[in-house]
C-alpha cells in the first residue's frame, strides 16, 4: 500500500514563500516520477511540476516557471515544492503523486492546503 503524506501548506500573503513536502512510503519502486497538481475551487485538477528519480530533470507549468522549485530525496523518498513570490491565484489544494513508470499506476496524496492573501 502506497502512502504519500504532504505537509507545509498555510496561509501567506501575496509575496510570500512556502515550502511543501511530500514523503512516499510502503513499497520501493525501480523508477518513478513525483511531482505536484493542484486543484483551485471550481477548476480542473492541474499540472504544477514534477521531478524524475535521478532528479536530473524537471519540468514546470508555464504559470509556475521562474517562482517554484522542485527537487527530490531519494533517501528519505521525499520531493520538495519550494513556492516563492506567491499570487493569490496560487491559491488551491495541492497534491502530491508519484507514477510508477513501469506499471504507469499513479498514487496520490490526500492533498495540503494553499492559501494566498491579497
Known amino acids: 500500500q502506497v502512502q504519500l503524506v504532504e505537509s507545509g501548506g498555510g496561509l501567506v500573503q501575496a509575496g510570500g514563500s512556502l515550502r511543501l513536502s511530500c514523503a512516499a512510503s510502503?513499497?520501493?519502486?525501480?523508477?518513478?516520477?513525483m511531482g505536484w497538481h493542484r486543484q483551485a475551487p471550481g477548476k480542473e485538477r492541474e499540472f504544477v511540476a514534477v521531478i524524475t528519480r535521478s532528479g536530473s530533470n524537471t519540468y514546470y507549468a508555464d504559470s509556475v516557471k521562474g517562482r517554484f522549485t522542485i527537487s527530490g530525496d531519494n533517501a528519505r523518498n521525499t520531493v520538495y515544492l519550494q513556492m516563492n513570490s506567491l499570487k493569490p491565484e496560487d491559491t488551491a489544494v495541492y497534491y502530491c503523486k508519484i507514477r510508477d513508470t513501469g506499471s504507469a499506476t499513479d498514487y496520490w496524496g490526500q492533498g495540503t492546503q494553499v492559501t494566498v492573501s491579497s
Open positions: 510502503g513499497r520501493t519502486f525501480s523508477n518513478y516520477i
